[in-house]
């Protein structure tokens, strides 16, 4: 079945630090994926998404590109923020599913001024 | 423009009253409605999903249970609550189709004492 296995955390890293978050999966078909973030105390958020293969999703100047070949959607973003700490969860939509979403184990990043 | 909404937001029950759960969504038709529950610090368990009205499945067994009675409202419900169902509660929606995600709402934080 399908399933999104991300990197366990905590992720702790310095303001102005380079992040990844790694996340692969394992789908039939052309899955759609998902980046979702989660401040304290608040619901999911959408971040970016990726439809097919080689597209490339992104916001808040976070990036994630859909590689088909590694069956990976990895998160990115250069220069991370204080206000960037929150919990990250990677997911995806299976073609043969109805609309539900598979979604990763979380991943919480903290980031230290 | 579409918005969802959760309430209450948080919730204090002694362990064997009722629960009742309320989702509304605005601004879309025949939409997918989704509940899930994340307990501390641990990611998220899809615990029901409709793709209509009184077309409820549940994904995995337990204590509590899901209605539709109208095409944009979603209410997770209990008899009696038990300690363990403790946790966030989170309200999700999505068109049907895979690759647009999901939208959450803000969560109701239930703590059973």
């Known amino acids: 079945g399908n399933s999104v296995t991300q990197m366990e955390g905590p992720v702790t890293l310095s303001e102005e630090a380079f992040l990844t978050i790694n996340c692969t999966y394992t789908?039939?078909?052309?899955?759609?994926l998902f980046w979702y973030v989660q401040y304290p105390g608040e619901g999911l958020q959408l971040l970016l998404k990726a439809t097919k293969a080689d597209d490339k999703g992104s916001n808040k100047g976070f990036e994630a590109t859909y590689r088909k070949e590694t069956t990976s959607f990895h998160l990115e973003k250069g220069s991370v923020q204080v206000s960037d700490s929150a919990v990250y969860f990677c997911?995806?939509?299976?073609?043969?599913?109805?609309?539900?979403?598979?979604f990763g184990q979380g991943t919480t990043l903290q980031v230290k001024p | 423009s579409q918005t969802i909404h959760q309430w209450p937001a948080t919730l204090v029950q002694p362990v064997g009253s009722p629960l009742s759960l309320e989702c509304t969504v605005e601004?879309?038709?025949?939409?997918?409605l989704y509940w899930y529950r994340q307990a501390a610090g641990r990611g998220l368990q899809l615990l029901f999903y409709?793709?209509?009205?009184?077309?409820i499945s549940s994904e995995v067994p337990q204590n509590l249970s899901a209605s539709r009675p109208q095409d944009r409202q979603f209410i997770l419900s209990s008899k009696k609550l038990l300690l363990s169902d403790s946790g966030f509660y989170l309200c999700?929606?999505?068109?049907?189709?895979?690759?647009?995600?999901?939208?959450f709402g803000s969560g109701t934080r239930l703590t059973v004492v």
């Open positions: 999700a929606w999505n068109p049907d189709r895979g690759d647009y995600g999901y939208t």
């Open positions: 601004g879309t038709s025949n939409p997918n």
């Open positions: 997911a995806l939509h299976g073609s043969s599913n109805t609309g539900k979403l598979i």
């Open positions: 409709s793709v209509g009205i009184g077309q």
């Open positions: 789908a039939t078909g052309y899955p759609s």
